[in-house]
């Protein structure tokens, strides 16, 4: 038995094909589930008894307990219950394109970076494809952008995550464009290097946050088993392969990678890449020393990019709610909260 929400278009077909039914039962399926939202095989009333007694035997609806739901003026967070008692949250941001929800993909998160609020908690698991389908449906409002910025590493969680891609961008299912999606990863270079090969039109930002090994493996242990050297060579390739820009998502921490030595650094790395660097002010919480880098320092960091003619920008308002690397959202909002 599997949820009903764990399942691709192809798999379905696949699983009914080899069951002797037809082809054109599994778009029925998806209409039901996606644009009608029924919560039950018995609602599926253009599906004949045999068929829905085969899905009875085989699936289950399932959904996530909402725990809780704090409502501001851009901003909605929502904290899930699972069926296994884990929470978990999503973010939906009201921005001035659309509808942005930014979805978790593990329970905690094994990678360690120093300055991540939500890396404090240990990956207790990954999230089952429905479990992520599942943020996305119960929000209920339309999505028009998708970004796996929320708790967890997506890259860590492959299979489920390019399931999940495969189901946002189904035209029966959610029907979100690929651009509109934006996958944030700390350098899983194996995983980068097979992401073309399942979607190769999807958003990559990368959480870079230090110009030069040593730092960087100071402050996110991930880059001892893939130095910079050889994330940049993957990234290199991606973007060759996809013609797709990357994102270097860069947390300005106070005297820690702010500096003008980082900045000069940091633009002879990227240097000729298709690629632009998003500087964003360090999220401050209780738990964790890091302090937020000076407006001026900010600045400064980032004129030396831009003479270096690197692609640049800086969030506009210290604290704002909107984007941030991963593990920076959570805390960025219940900062913003308080
Ligand atoms: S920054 Fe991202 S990858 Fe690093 S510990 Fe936090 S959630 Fe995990």
């Not at 599942?134 to 967890?152: A, D, P, R, S, Y």
């Not at 029907?175 to 992401?195: A, F, M, W």
């Not at 880098?293 to 692609?311: A, M, R």
Request: proline fraction near 1%; include cysteine.
């Amino acid at each position: 038995m599997q949820s009903i929400y764990s399942i691709t278009y192809q798999k379905l077909v696949d699983i009914l094909e080899k069951n002797s039914f037809k082809k054109f039962r599994a778009d029925q399926i998806f209409e039901w589930l996606y644009q009608k939202k029924v919560n039950s095989f018995e609602e599926m009333t253009n599906i004949n008894n045999d068929l829905r007694t085969f899905l009875q035997n085989n699936f289950y609806f399932n959904s996530l307990k909402i725990v809780a739901l704090n409502e501001d003026v851009d901003v909605k967070k929502v904290l899930y219950e699972l069926s296994d008692s884990n929470r978990i949250e999503s973010v939906l941001m009201y921005q001035n394109y659309g509808k942005s929800l930014c979805v978790s993909s593990q329970v905690g998160c094994n990678m360690g970076c120093t300055f991540c609020e939500s890396g404090r908690l240990k990956k207790i698991k990954n999230l089952s494809i429905d479990e992520m389908v599942l943020q996305l449906l119960q929000i209920e409002e339309k999505i028009t952008h998708v970004v796996l910025m929320g708790i967890g590493e997506p890259l860590d969680n492959f299979d489920n995550v390019m399931d999940f891609i495969n189901i946002l961008t189904d035209y029966r299912a959610f029907n979100i464009g690929s651009r509109h999606i934006t996958l944030s990863t700390c350098g899983i270079v194996d995983k980068i290097n097979q992401l073309h090969l399942y979607n190769n039109q999807i958003n990559l930002a990368i959480s870079l946050h230090a110009p030069n090994n040593e730092l960087r493996s100071k402050l996110m242990p991930i880059n001892k088993a893939y130095p910079l050297e050889v994330l940049m060579s993957s990234l290199k390739k991606y973007i060759k392969i996809t013609n797709r820009r990357v994102t270097f998502e860069y947390v300005m921490i106070k005297g820690v990678n702010d500096q003008i030595e980082h900045a000069k650094q940091l633009a002879i790395l990227i240097k000729g890449m298709n690629a632009y660097v998003n500087l964003i002010p360090y999220n401050e919480t209780s738990h964790i020393e890091f302090k937020k880098s000076e407006k001026t320092t900010i600045l400064q960091f980032y004129d030396i990019l831009k003479k270096n003619k690197i692609n640049v920008t800086v969030r506009k308002e210290f604290g704002t709610k909107v984007k941030a690397a991963c593990g920076q959202l959570r805390s960025n909002y219940e900062e913003s909260n308080d």
